[in-house]
């Protein structure tokens, strides 16, 4: 499956629901290119960024195939904190829902002080996101019990 940035905003939104919907956030997921510049100085970043919004190539933008194609998805609360979660292209769709759900859940886990979220069945630690036997998951550190953080769907 192809990332996209659709594809990125509804899982953080299904993320968000089991980390507590927590009040006063804003969620927005946008395209980014990042493309490889050829001469880069050797003390400077081999990568620049710009802003793609839904894939549309701007006019006269040249398109390479050095092009990395990216999401960059951001949780914005009301007392204008916010986290940005850049998830790359060659991520698998379970290491990108494994990632976003671990930067948001620090998010979360920040913004409300500290709660457990998403509860751990029968302790009172956090589960934590990790991708185990290829879906991304969220585990319990004590006893290693795991259950999928995207709902698992009939195909």
């Known amino acids: ?29 946008t395209a980014v290119v990042a493309e490889r ?22 006019p006269g933008e040249p398109s390479s195939a050095e092009d990395r194609e990216a999401v960059l998805v951001t949780l914005a609360f009301d007392d204008d904190s916010s986290t940005s979660v850049f998830l790359e292209e060659s991520l698998t ?8 759900a671990e930067q948001l859940q620090e998010s979360v886990l920040e913004h409300t002080g500290g709660t457990p979220a998403p509860p751990c069945p029968g302790h009172s630690h956090p589960a934590v996101p990790e991708v185990v036997d290829g879906v991304a ?3 319990c550190p004590e006893d290693g019990s795991t259950r999928p953080i995207l709902p698992v769907t009939a195909g």
């Open 137 to 139: 998951s969220w585990t």
């Open 37 to 58: 510049e050829s001469e880069a100085p050797a003390t400077e970043s081999a990568f620049t960024s710009r802003l793609r919004v839904d894939g549309e190539v701007e």
């Open 93 to 100: 769709e379970d290491e990108a829902v494994a990632l976003l």
């Open 1 to 29: 499956m192809k990332l996209t940035s659709a594809s990125a905003l509804r899982w953080a939104h299904i993320i968000l629901r089991q980390l507590g919907d927590p009040a006063g956030h804003t969620l927005n997921a």
